[in-house]
């Protein structure tokens, strides 16, 4: 965007934008030399390192005024985030998640659970709609990929538990299984981690949000 279509880049306004909801600065930098190589280093924004004019004030020739700009900024002097080419250097990972929403290291391991899950289940999607990129779209689902155990509920078995909950996943006529949406995806992976249940007294079904796996019982019953 910046590099190809910066003609599209609304320029900043105080009275039309709010400056508290920009999260970092780009600076461009380019070979005097050579106007093909460039670079970019991003920096995030401390809102409370910001003053704005209705509050602040300057000092100036030797006599102080109201701010005569807009907003003013400190900028940060360490390295956060530099770019380069197609490549990406985060010096600071955690300011590099806070101005991106991108937790690239939870990308890393979930990528590696949809290539785990492509491999062992058959699953149907509509057209120009694949898992890897359903996934990206879906934090909650990133999370649950971290610790996700692949396999151990097998392709029948998850529709058997499906129709078990009479929760509403389908499969085609090849026996995959249906993913329509996102809604569809969480179920999906909710159930081959096991994450929905019937309690034996009242009947009732639950969604499991956090569980601990119990190690196997030692000696007899407590009550025979």
């Given at each position: 965007?910046?590099?190809h279509e910066?003609?599209?880049?609304?320029?900043f306004s105080?009275?039309?934008?709010?400056f508290k909801?920009?999260k970092?600065?780009?600076?461009r930098?380019t070979?005097?030399?050579?106007?093909?190589?460039?670079?970019?280093?991003?920096?995030?924004?401390q809102?409370?390192?910001t003053?704005?004019s209705a509050?602040?004030?300057?000092?100036?020739?030797?006599?102080?005024?109201?701010?005569?700009?807009e907003v003013g900024?400190?900028?940060?002097?360490?390295?956060q985030?530099?770019?380069?080419g197609?490549?990406?250097f985060?010096?600071?990972?955690?300011?590099?998640?806070?101005?991106?929403?991108?937790?690239?290291?939870?990308?890393?391991?979930a990528d590696?659970?949809v290539a785990e899950?492509e491999?062992?289940?058959k699953?149907?999607?509509?057209e120009?709609?694949?898992l890897?990129?359903?996934v990206?779209?879906r934090k909650?689902?990133?999370?649950?990929?971290?610790?996700?155990?692949?396999?151990a509920?097998?392709?029948?078995?998850?529709?058997?538990?499906?129709d078990?909950m009479?929760?509403?996943?389908?499969?085609?006529d090849?026996?995959?299984?249906?993913?329509m949406?996102?809604?569809?995806?969480d179920?999906?992976v909710?159930?081959?981690?096991?994450?929905?249940?019937e309690?034996?007294?009242?009947?009732?079904?639950?969604e499991?949000k956090?569980k601990k796996?119990?190690?196997?019982?030692e000696?007899?019953p407590?009550?025979g």
């Amino acid at each position: 965007l910046i590099e190809h279509e910066r003609h599209d880049i609304v320029e900043f306004s105080e009275t039309e934008h709010e400056f508290k909801r920009m999260k970092g600065i780009v600076a461009r930098f380019t070979d005097p030399n050579n106007s093909d190589a460039t670079f970019y280093t991003v920096k995030l924004i401390q809102q409370g390192q910001t003053l704005k004019s209705a509050l602040a004030w300057e000092f100036s020739d030797g006599k102080f005024g109201s701010f005569s700009a807009e907003v003013g900024f400190k900028v940060p002097d360490d390295n956060q985030v530099l770019i380069v080419g197609k490549d990406i250097f985060a010096f600071n990972p955690g300011k590099f998640e806070r101005m991106f929403g991108y937790e690239y290291k939870k990308q890393v391991i979930a990528d590696k659970k949809v290539a785990e899950i492509e491999k062992e289940y058959k699953l149907s999607f509509p057209e120009g709609m694949d898992l890897n990129a359903l996934v990206k779209e879906r934090k909650k689902t990133i999370n649950k990929l971290q610790k996700l155990e692949i396999g151990a509920v097998k392709q029948e078995d998850v529709l058997d538990y499906a129709d078990e909950m009479q929760l509403e996943l389908m499969s085609d006529d090849n026996g995959a299984i249906i993913i329509m949406d996102g809604n569809d995806l969480d179920m999906f992976v909710n159930l081959i981690n096991e994450d929905y249940i019937e309690s034996k007294i009242t009947g009732k079904r639950y969604e499991i949000k956090s569980k601990k796996l119990l190690g196997e019982p030692e000696g007899e019953p407590p009550r025979g």
